[in-house]
T-cell receptor, first 111, second 115 residues
Framework: ETGVTQSPTHLIKTRGQQVTLRCSSQ?????VSWYQQALGQGPQFIFQ???????GRGNFPPRFSGLQFPNYSSELNVNALELDDSALYLC??????????FGPGTRLTVL | AQSVAQPEDQVNVAEGNPLTVKCTYS??????LFWYVQYPNRGLQFLLK??????LVKGSYGFEAEFNKSQTSFHLKKPSALVSDSALYFC?????????????FGGGTRLMVKP
């Protein structure tokens, strides 16, 4: 196991609602990246946080936002949920630009 | 821009036979290349990476990958497949000139190893 944990494991929401997903980084890691993996596809980069600042963003709308805390844990927030937001959300931690280690993911279902 | 192609949705191999999972990439600068494996209802597990140096990279569980700059490929290989190797495999690339650490993944290849 990588030491990266995510909560919750599963989540069901309805369209228009807001959701917060959480990630705890591996010890010694200062960078967190979030990815969205739709069914049958590869992960897509959402954004990355380094030392509590956003350090890069993929092609996702502003309703996807995040936070990184002083202990390097992180949150992903999604507002105004849409059906297409249903996916596995993966958090990965790393030490700066070194290898990323992934958590088990949070499965989000939007009804 | 960076991109990865995994041309095979599925690879079937008999246990004990060698396996190859193909990956080609495109980046504007020098590539950092990675292979990850995903088991059902699990996150991605890191297998190996190429940063620089020897073109043949050895990783976890007996896997290795060969970097070929002229063919822009990074194929995953294993000399003797196990049934337990059956999983979804993802190739990923990062541009070394990119200050961030964004990985771009391929669509994945399902490996089926039959007894």
């Amino acid at each position: 196991e990588t030491g990266v944990t995510q909560s919750p494991t599963h989540l069901i929401k309805t369209r228009g609602q807001q959701v917060t997903l959480r990630c705890s980084s591996q010890s010694g890691h200062n960078t967190v990246s979030w990815y969205q993996q739709a069914l049958g596809q590869g992960p897509q980069f959402i954004f990355q946080y380094y030392r509590e600042e956003e350090n890069g963003r993929g092609n996702f709308p502003p309703r996807f936002s995040g936070l990184q805390f002083p202990n390097y844990s992180s949150e992903l927030n999604v507002n105004a949920l849409e059906l297409d937001d249903s996916a596995l959300y993966l958090c990965a931690s790393s030490f700066t630009a070194d290898t990323q280690y992934f958590g088990p993911g949070t499965r989000l279902t939007v009804l | 821009a960076q991109s990865v192609a995994q041309p095979e949705d599925q690879v079937n191999v008999a246990e004990g036979n060698p396996l190859t999972v193909k990956c080609t990439y495109s980046v504007s600068g020098n590539p950092y290349l990675f292979w990850y494996v995903q088991y059902p209802n699990r996150g991605l597990q890191f297998l190996l990476k190429y940063i620089t140096g020897d073109n043949l990279v050895k990783g976890s569980y007996g896997f290795e990958a060969e970097f070929n700059k002229s063919q822009t490929s990074f194929h995953l290989k294993k000399p003797s497949a196990l049934v337990s190797d059956s999983a979804l495999y993802f190739c990923a690339v990062r541009d070394a000139n990119n200050a961030g650490n964004m990985l771009t993944f391929g669509g994945g290849t399902r490996l089926m190893v039959k007894p």
